[in-house]
């Protein structure tokens, strides 16, 4: 099964117009991928590219427009240039031999100063270095430029990759810098261990209703077994239909009970009373994000009145069925505590970033993400929670409608 987008490395290119960005992105990647050319605001919208980097694993190369495009659609470029970088995990920083000359000037400009502020791991880059710098000294121009760039305090415990993209010059070193910068539990952490311990029996609950996909299972579905697999869990499948069957069918009852989020009700009033009980939307939540702000959002839900305003947020774009869990039976459940509620729905890319447009808001009820990396789901949630909107998940939030969510 191919990694998905949500459990890769995403690594973000960043600078100016013309600083060589696509040049560094196609030489990573080893292929043409990004347009390159002389003319100003050629990467229009943010290009990704899937890729297995030796010794540090499965990652997703983002190349983005230019900071200062002063193009007609500039503004909107800038916009996908800073929604890409709330999606990234580590920062590739690009300088342009040329724009070197007057460093510190470059450095104070509105977007390396955001790139800063994210407080994310940078590697800074000198792009079209040619041979005028590297790993070995030279000439006197090499000599000049490493002295002035350890007098800027940002370089000096960080110094910038020199690399020529045409000739690949010291590309192995850039992987290197990318690879010192990577968490050193980034691929290990796992979706359950929180939840079981190996040995343990696991009981997994799918219904198959209208919205699963013939002949396969969610992505979540799919993740959860493989890593309970990993973890060496005895696992136990079933559908609602045959919950009880399975039940009495099991020597001991399941220590863990791993269920829909949509069917907790009946899971929680059949299961045995030693079994412990999670959804994988929860388990998602966990995974992806801060579970304890996703469930102190999810009290918000008590306050709720018909003058409330609440978002539910999916991340992938789909085709609603008649029984689906974002636009049908969260909102059912949200109705029966306040009949005239507002509901707006974002999917997707569509998340309202800015504070004036989140404060709009009395509660943001988000899905499991599976398709986002962590970094973007903390990025939001921390946005509404700098605009103090309470924000929470399905899972979290239908078992906070249901009463069960203090029993989990």
Known sequence: MEVSKGQRLYIGIFGNTNSGKSSLMNMLVGQSFSIVSDVSGTTT?????????????????????????????????????YEALSKCDIILAVISMEELRDVEKVIQTDGFQKLIASKKPIVWVITKAECEAGDEVQNELAVQIKSTLQQIELFKNNPPVFVDSVTGKNKETLFKAIKQKVPEDFFDTSLTEKYCTPGENVLLVMPQDSQAPKGRLILPQVQTIRDLLDRRVCIHCCTQDTFLQTIDSLKNPPDLIITDSQIFPFVHKNKPAASRLSSFSILMAAYKGDIELFVQGAKAIKNLTDSSRVLIVEACTHVPATEDIGTVKIP??????????????????????????????????????????????????????ASAVPMTNYGVAIAELNGILDYL
């Open 45 to 81: 919208d943010s290009v990704q590219k899937n890729m297995e980097l030796p010794g540090i694993g499965p990652a997703v190369f983002i190349d983005t427009a230019g900071f200062n495009d002063e193009s007609e659609l500039g503004n909107k470029r800038l916009a996908k240039t």
């Open 332 to 385: 059912n459940l949200l109705r029966k505590i306040a009949p005239d509620i507002q509901i707006d729905f974002a999917r997707g890319t569509d998340f309202p970033d800015l504070p004036e447009e989140l404060k709009k808001y009395d509660l943001i009820i988000h899905c499991g993400a599976c398709m986002f990396n962590k970094a973007y789901v903390l990025q939001r949630q921390h946005n509404a929670q």
